[in-house]
């Protein structure tokens, strides 16, 4: 009977959660079928782990860090390399109002390093403050200010509308 009530409480979690979990790793990764991926890699580490992630004071911080580590061992991976489609375009989940500046984002977003991304995700996405994001990473308090500084300026970098070249007529 525990066994079942054990499943019953993750199953009930999973179904709340897993659409959360798919949009975070969606927003890291870029790419809908990898975020899949990593948030069912991320749903079978939490089942394993159920019983300590259910007594946590924060099962979604629990299950965001298990998440991230996930996708940053990923990046690590040599198989990641060879495998990433770098030309294709992101699948759209849903029309948005303004769809070229949610492209031109999620490109950019893309185009950050993979920790710079994670503290950008975390920092603007799932709206932690500077200490929760550094608890979640795992580093200092300094260290996220300093990553999310340059991932911003890349960003704006990135972003930043281009002054049309004026065409010459002779």
Same mark, same amino acid.
């Given at each position: 009977?525990?066994?079942?009530?054990?499943?019953?409480?993750? *199953?009930?979690? !999973?179904?709340?959660?897993?659409?959360?979990?798919?949009? +975070?790793?969606?927003?890291?990764?870029?790419?809908?079928?990898? /975020?899949?991926?990593?948030?069912?890699? *991320?749903? *079978?580490?939490?089942?394993? @782990?159920?019983?300590?992630?259910?007594?946590?004071?924060?099962?979604?911080?629990?299950? %965001?860090?298990?998440?991230? @580590?996930?996708?940053?061992?990923?990046? #690590?991976?040599?198989?990641? #390399? #060879?495998?990433?489609?770098?030309?294709?375009?992101?699948?759209?989940?849903? /029309?948005?109002?303004?769809?070229?500046?949610?492209?031109?984002? #999620? %490109?950019?977003?893309?185009?950050?390093?993979?920790?710079?991304? !994670? *503290?950008? +995700?975390?920092?603007?996405?799932?709206?932690?403050?500077?200490?929760?994001?550094?608890?979640?990473?795992?580093?200092?308090?300094? @260290? !996220?200010?300093?990553?999310?500084?340059?991932?911003? +300026?890349?960003?704006?970098?990135?972003?930043?509308?281009?002054?049309? !070249?004026?065409?010459?007529?002779?």
């Amino acid at each position: 009977m525990a066994k079942q009530a054990h499943d019953a409480e993750f *199953t009930e979690y !999973v179904a709340s959660r897993s659409g959360w979990l798919r949009k +975070v790793a969606y927003l890291l990764c870029g790419e809908w079928h990898r /975020a899949d991926d990593l948030a069912q890699e *991320t749903i *079978t580490k939490l089942y394993v @782990n159920w019983s300590k992630a259910k007594r946590m004071e924060n099962v979604d911080g629990y299950a %965001r860090r298990v998440l991230i @580590n996930t996708f940053l061992s990923e990046q #690590r991976s040599p198989w990641w #390399r #060879r495998t990433t489609r770098t030309d294709a375009e992101p699948d759209i989940a849903a /029309a948005s109002a303004d769809l070229d500046v949610s492209i031109d984002l #999620r %490109r950019a977003l893309a185009a950050l390093p993979p920790r710079q991304r !994670v *503290t950008v +995700v975390l920092r603007y996405y799932c709206d932690l403050t500077i200490d929760q994001t550094a608890e979640a990473l795992g580093c200092s308090s300094g @260290n !996220v200010k300093s990553q999310s500084s340059r991932a911003l +300026v890349a960003l704006r970098s990135t972003l930043a509308p281009r002054p049309a !070249v004026a065409e010459r007529t002779s």
